[in-house]
């Protein structure tokens, strides 16, 4: 089965800071990733997904990730984060063997931005 | 509206009780998903429907649950006999196509609390 790991549950950081969020997976297969984004009071929403091509995926708002298939990593990255990135990161993927889309997600990540 | 809908947003409940969950999906969409979110944890899939028919119910934890999509549109989470385990954020998802390239839409979830 597979399975997501995001390490850090909460990251508090001030406005202008770079951001960095881990996520692994655990699948042998391939996969696809994906990490979505929830701001308070709002449902979850895709920030970017990663599928075949180049590793390096740029999302919305900024964000990028990076898929790096010997370490089973897709981590969130954004050069300089503002006051409206405070919200909760989720990490997930799907197996290419699915038969739909079904999403296995990660614990999540709250991230505050001080301003 | 143009979003996924889930009705009621809140719901309590005491335990024992019999509970429906409304997921309206995305207009067109055919591939139906629900997850669970418990407290501080990722959602969690149930089960996935393509049409009318339930393709992977693989989710589902136990028999007290059930979920219909009788006419390839509105999807109704049935949970019989809730106990307070049952406590969660009931998310549905919808997308065009069960492909997983599809992107998944998130309604904003129902919270269901069982007391």
């Known amino acids: 089965a597979q399975s997501v790991s995001q390490h850090n549950h909460h990251v508090i950081l001030s406005e202008a800071a770079s951001l960095e969020l881990g996520c692994n997976y655990s699948?042998?297969?391939?996969?696809?990733l994906f990490w979505y984004v929830q701001y308070p009071g709002q449902h979850l929403q895709l920030l970017l997904k990663y599928f075949s091509g180049d590793p390096l995926v740029k999302g919305i708002k900024g964000f990028e990730a990076e898929f790096i298939k010997s370490k089973f990593s897709f981590n969130l990255r954004k050069p300089s984060v503002q006051w409206s990135d405070t919200a909760e990161y989720f990490c997930?993927?799907?197996?290419?063997?699915?038969?739909?889309?079904?999403?296995?997600f990660g614990g999540g990540t709250r991230l505050m931005v001080k301003p | 509206g143009a979003g996924v809908s889930q009705t009621p947003s809140n719901k309590v409940t005491e335990k024992g009780k019999y509970v429906e969950l409304r997921c309206d999906p995305i207009?067109?969409?055919?591939?139906l998903y629900w997850y669970r979110q418990s407290l501080g944890q990722g959602p969690e899939f149930l089960i996935y429907f393509q049409g009318t028919g339930a393709a992977d119910d693989s989710g589902l934890p136990n028999d007290r649950f059930f979920a219909v999509r009788p006419e390839g549109s509105v999807s109704t989470l049935k949970i019989q006999r809730t106990e307070r385990g049952d406590s969660a954020v009931y998310l549905c998802a919808s997308s065009l196509t069960r492909a997983r390239e599809t992107e998944a839409f998130f309604g904003q979830g129902t919270r269901l609390t069982v007391v």
């Open positions: 997930a993927v799907n197996s290419r063997e699915n038969a739909g889309n079904m999403l296995t």
């Open positions: 699948y042998g297969g391939t996969v696809n």
């Open positions: 207009s067109g969409h055919t591939a």
